[in-house]
């Protein structure tokens, strides 16, 4: 059974810096790109990055793009989000998501996500 | 930048009903969109992908259609656990988008 577990959020002030994690099991972790998606309270879904299989591919919204640095360590299954530069509208939940896929486009499909660990950036 | 619009906001419907939801790009996406449904204090959940495939486990009532630029979710009839958001992703191009979210609720 897929299993996604985050942890790492907290209470950050504006301009702050966090770094959030993802322990992953239940399936190949080498063999899926891997993303982050917040949520904003009350608010919808906003993807964030995508890092590829092997992590050589990395892609960012242009709203965290500079701020944020996703990572992955496949000998350790886990997938992490530096963020720096906070800002109080990077307020939200942050999902891990695996994807779907092994090929593009379905990489970018996300078949099972974590519980979410929360991000508050107010001073 | 592509923008998915979701339509209706909200739907208020009755247990039995059938239901459709509408998602809209704002320039083609091919067949590259999925389906999720949220129930509050959850995650999301994926249903659809390529438009039209059910993900594993997703029961025959859930249905998606169409490509390009517009899209359709359909319920065939609402069982009392299908009452929850719903979010279309464009995964044609970067940044992989969502629309704002269809809010399926009991009339």
């Known amino acids: 059974e897929v299993h996604l577990v985050e942890s790492g959020g907290g209470l950050v002030k504006p301009g702050g810096s966090l770094i959030l994690s993802c322990a992953a099991s239940?399936?190949?972790?080498?063999?899926?790109?891997m993303s982050w998606v917040r949520q904003a309270p009350g608010k919808g879904l906003q993807w964030v990055s995508i890092i590829g299989r092997d992590g050589r591919l990395t892609v960012y919204a242009d709203s965290v793009k500079g701020r944020f640095t996703i990572s992955r360590d496949n000998s350790k299954n886990t997938l992490s989000l530096h963020l720096t530069s906070l800002r109080d509208e990077d307020t939200a939940l942050y999902y891990c998501a695996k994807g779907l896929g092994v090929e593009v486009p379905e990489t970018r499909v996300f078949d099972y996500w974590g519980q979410g660990t929360l991000v508050t950036v107010s001073s | 930048e592509i923008v998915m619009t979701q339509s209706p906001a909200t739907l208020s419907m009755s247990p039995g009903e059938r239901a459709t939801l509408s998602c809209r790009a704002s320039q083609s996406v091919s067949s590259n969109l999925a389906w999720y449904q949220q129930k509050p204090g959850q995650a999301p959940r994926l249903l659809i992908y390529g438009a039209s495939t059910r993900a594993t486990d997703v029961p025959g009532s859930f249905s998606g259609s169409g490509s390009g630029a517009e899209f359709t979710l359909t319920i065939s009839s609402l069982q009392s656990e299908d009452f929850a958001i719903y979010y279309c992703?464009?995964?044609?191009?970067?940044?992989?988008?969502f629309g704002g979210g269809t809010k399926v609720e009991i009339k």
């Open positions: 239940g399936f190949t972790f080498t063999s899926h790109a």
């Open positions: 992703q464009q995964y044609d191009n970067w940044p992989l988008t």
